[in-house]
């Protein structure tokens, strides 16, 4: 397609002739005094202000010589007047032009034809200056759209800037909302796990209670049962009742233990203890039954580890009893041998290996890390060859864990193994005596007989009790609560009270703290005269089937003087009742003759 | 016959609209609409984005750093520019099919010319922001594409009567049709959400009736018609209709300016070309 042009456009509805009218308007302007004929390319006449009147053949004539030459061509108007015709391409057209001097010619080249040139075309650069300006004008619209669209981009991208920052602010509102509605429900989550927890720890205590008070039954009556006159087969199952009943209760312990280190309820002690002591007494328990097995039993202790140190001795001993009894377990022939060696010193304290190497069977490699599991031993026939729950190991390995240290083991088949460990130990200082040489000290004393009240509210329980009591030389008077224990008291002397924690109608925690009151008040104590003779307060040992430290401690924040754990024990009966007796008995003081 | 609602409603279960266009026009009209929705949209269709980068990288923005992200050439292009990329860009497939009593492809041809011209007038005679009436420039003869799909025997027949000068075309359609593609394009573009406007503009570009404002989208279209059909660039060959007497003398007037326009259109033309073209 050619290039489209105005004219072909817009011909129909313009006059061909209107630029070429503007032009003569211009050149009217610029020359006022001059005639003017304008004669287009379709041969249309033009008159400008002043017309300008030509015969035909004249102008016709000139018209003809302009557009075949350069520059002005000469001729007479029909007033006589000279004109001059020239041809310009821009218009297009030929202009004829008369000015007022008849008689002067144009020469070519001269002053006038060059002004008159001048004139025209100024005359033209006027009417394209029309396009230039209109041009100009397009340009500075299209400019000033530009800069409109500039304005708006920037205010666009502001306002976006605005809703963006409200769309972000927004979302951290919501995300604030969101996060804390998750942590309100994390938190009430969390309590609900926390009351779950608590549930748990004290069906965990019932359980403890439940579980010792019908063993505390049946060790105690098959102790007794094995001391009456019995046949040989009688002695042998009262025996066997007696043994596995001993194994159930270990069984329970252990699950107990594993229950409160897992719930992260087993805290250990930090007291000063004779650690010769605790693995001379290990080695003690297992002498005997060794040399009955034919197998040597030994303990030894480097000389650098100080003799009293700082630590939980109770769960020491347990460790070590469990790993000595696994290796009297495993072990048919050769030795055992406990060992404490220095390792080195670390930050004041000392850091000693308990190692304890059996000659026994041993453990073959890929079942090594299984024996450390629950419930787990090398193979499914050691089970069956050698008892046991399996639980052991795991406890030892949380307990070693908790005093700082690793349980391992070395070990190959049909040699023998080492389970050892490495802890520190801190060295006990000087003044702390302790509780138990204390306790110890006491232990050299006599039982002398005196007088004992029982309260307990179980009739198996009394019974039993009251056996073991008795053998031990006592005098035994049983209540059956609290409230009938202070009635005992009213009436009747005592050396010490066994008192039961858990029983109906006033417990033993109240009883203990009633009491404590009425020894604390001198009129009420005269109304009871197992209180007033008195000259240290009554001597109260609480006797409960929970085991656990929290207990212990409720017991004396009650105001007992000792603690007792269910089922009782004969020896440590024996130990609590020689120990916590008056020196002088109220029998003695009561009937001095 | 059918009404255009009749035609309509063929068309749109026929073929689905540029779905991208609509949604684009839709946030253009939106205060609340930001320039990552748009670029939500747009990064969908890969020949947009190539299309958009191309524009915003053209001597046009005249930017001294070329633009890669498409975020950012959301930001230069600005709204409406990108509404009528998409929309150039959804209708160019429309317009395809050539024969001898109705050429789709020059419909195109002459809805990009009278595009391009009405932008022109727009913001040079007026002073005006070309974007909108562009717009109207290259959907004004949308209906005539409805036509063709649903009703081509009947837009056929009405084409062979404007040729043969039995009436302006929207006359010999309304007589074989029983409507015209001012209102088929009218009802369809509705649905869209342009300008009003546009909407009017694309309705009463054959109307004879006395023009009120020569600024208007609608004069502008009109005006635009009226030189593309006598550069021989029609939608549908046959005598060009006369120009109302308002914009004749509107167009005396502005001699000088109307000069340049024409002058300047092929120049316009090419950089359109450049980069509106598909690269097919």
């Not at chain 1, 094995?226 to 596995?244: G, K, N, V």
Request: some cysteine.
């Amino acid at each position: 397609m050619t290039e489209p042009t105005f004219d072909a456009i817009f011909d129909d509805l313009l006059d061909a002739n209107e630029e070429l009218q503007d032009f003569l308007a211009i050149l009217d302007a610029l020359l006022p005094e001059a005639s003017v004929l304008l004669v287009s390319e379709t041969g249309a006449l033009l008159d400008g202000a002043h017309p300008l009147t030509l015969a035909q053949p004249v102008r016709e004539k000139l018209v003809q010589e302009a557009r075949s030459t350069d520059g002005f061509v000469a001729g007479k108007a029909d007033n006589g007047a000279r004109c001059h015709a020239v041809y310009n391409a821009k218009l297009p057209g030929v202009l004829i032009i008369s000015c007022a001097a008849p008689k002067d010619d144009w020469p070519p080249g001269s002053a006038l034809t060059t002004l008159l040139q001048n004139t025209l075309d100024l005359a033209l650069h006027r009417q394209e200056r029309e396009m230039l300006v209109a041009d100009h004008e397009q340009s500075v619209r299209q400019i000033n759209i530009l800069q409109q669209q500039h304005g708006k981009l920037i205010e666009d991208n502001y306002r976006q800037y605005r809703l963006n920052q409200d769309r972000e602010k927004e979302y951290a509102r919501k995300l604030e909302s969101e996060i804390a509605k998750q942590t309100a429900e994390l938190r009430e989550a969390n309590a609900r796990l926390e009351e779950i927890s608590r549930l748990k720890s004290d069906f965990l205590a019932n359980m403890s209670h439940e579980l010792r008070t019908p063993m505390n039954a049946i060790i105690g009556f098959s102790e007794l049962l094995s001391e009456t006159p019995l046949a040989e087969e009688q002695l042998d199952y009262t025996r066997t009742i007696a043994q596995s009943a001993a194994s159930l209760l270990s069984l329970i312990n252990d699950i107990l233990d594993l229950a409160k280190i897992e719930a992260g309820k087993l805290e250990l002690e930090r007291l000063p203890f004779n650690l010769a002591e605790v693995v001379d007494n290990v080695a003690a328990m297992f002498k005997i039954p060794a040399r009955e097995k034919g197998v040597v039993f030994t303990c030894k202790i480097d000389s650098r580890i100080p003799k009293r140190v700082m630590g939980d001795s109770n769960r020491l001993r347990q460790v070590l009893i469990n790993l000595s009894g696994n290796a009297m377990k495993f072990t048919e022939r050769g030795g055992i041998d406990i060992t404490v060696d220095y390792e080195r010193e670390a930050a004041g304290q000392i850091v000693s290996r308990f190692s304890v190497r059996d000659s026994g069977i041993g453990i073959p490699a890929d079942r090594v890390e299984a024996i450390f599991e629950k419930f787990t031993q090398a193979d499914g026939s050691t089970t069956r060859k050698y008892g046991g729950t399996g639980l052991g190991l795991a406890i030892c390995l949380q307990l070693v864990e908790l005093m700082g240290g690793r349980l391992t083991v070395d070990s190959e088949v049909g040699k023998g193994s080492t389970f050892y460990f490495v802890i520190p130990l801190e060295e006990a200082p000087a003044e702390i005596i302790s509780l138990q040489e204390h306790k110890e000290a006491g232990r050299e004393k006599l039982g002398r007989g005196g007088r004992i009240l029982l309260v307990e509210d179980n009739a198996v329980n009394q019974r039993l009790a009251s056996i073991l009591i008795a053998r031990q030389g006592y005098e035994v008077e049983v209540a059956s609560d609290g409230a009938e224990s202070l009635e005992h008291l009213r009436h009747q002397t005592f050396d010490l009270v066994l008192m039961d924690v858990q029983m109906p109608n006033m417990d033993g925690m109240e009883a203990t703290r009633k009491i404590r009151e009425i020894e604390a008040d001198p009129a009420l104590r005269q109304e009871y005269v197992g209180l007033r003779a008195l000259k240290e307060p009554l001597a109260i040992v609480g006797l409960t089937a929970h085991a656990r430290k929290e207990d212990e401690t409720a017991c004396y924040a009650a105001g007992m003087n000792g603690f007792l754990t269910k089922p009782i024990i004969k020896a440590k009966l024996a130990l609590i009742l020689n120990e916590m007796m008056p020196r002088v008995s109220c029998l003695e003081t009561k009937d001095p003759s | 016959m059918p009404s255009a609602k009749d035609i309509l409603k063929k068309f749109t279960e026929l073929k689905t609209l540029p779905h991208v266009a609509i949604k684009v026009t839709q946030l253009v009209n939106d205060d609340r609409s930001t320039m990552q929705d748009f670029e939500e949209i747009i990064k969908l269709d890969p020949v947009l984005v190539t299309r958009l980068l191309r524009l915003v990288n053209s001597p046009y923005f005249g930017l001294s750093q070329k633009v890669e992200s498409i975020s950012k050439a959301v930001v230069f292009a600005g709204m409406k520019q990108l509404r009528n990329l998409v929309a150039v860009e959804g209708l160019r497939g429309m317009f395809k099919g050539d024969d001898a009593d109705f050429s789709a492809q020059k419909l195109w041809l002459h809805s990009a010319t009278v595009a391009i011209l009405s932008g022109m007038i727009a913001k040079r005679i007026f002073g005006k922001d070309g974007e909108d009436v562009f717009l109207a420039g290259i959907i004004h003869d949308i209906g005539l594409i409805v036509e063709n799909q649903i009703v081509g025997e009947q837009l056929r027949e009405a084409c062979k009567a404007f040729r043969e000068g039995k009436g302006i075309l929207t006359e010999c359609e309304r007589n074989a049709i029983g409507t015209d593609h001012t209102e088929v394009g009218y009802l369809l573009t509705k649905a869209w959400g342009l300008p009003q406007e546009v909407l009017s503009s694309i309705k009463s570009h054959h109307l004879a009736k006395q023009v009120k404002d020569v600024s208007s989208t609608g004069s502008i279209l009109q005006l635009a018609e009226f030189m593309a059909g006598k550069m021989q660039y029609w939608a549908i060959p046959g005598p060009t209709e006369t120009l109302p007497p308002e914009l004749t003398e509107h167009v005396k007037m502005k001699v000088a300016d109307y000069k340049i326009i024409i002058r300047d259109l092929p120049g316009e033309m090419a950089k359109a070309k450049e980069l509106y073209e598909s690269d097919e």
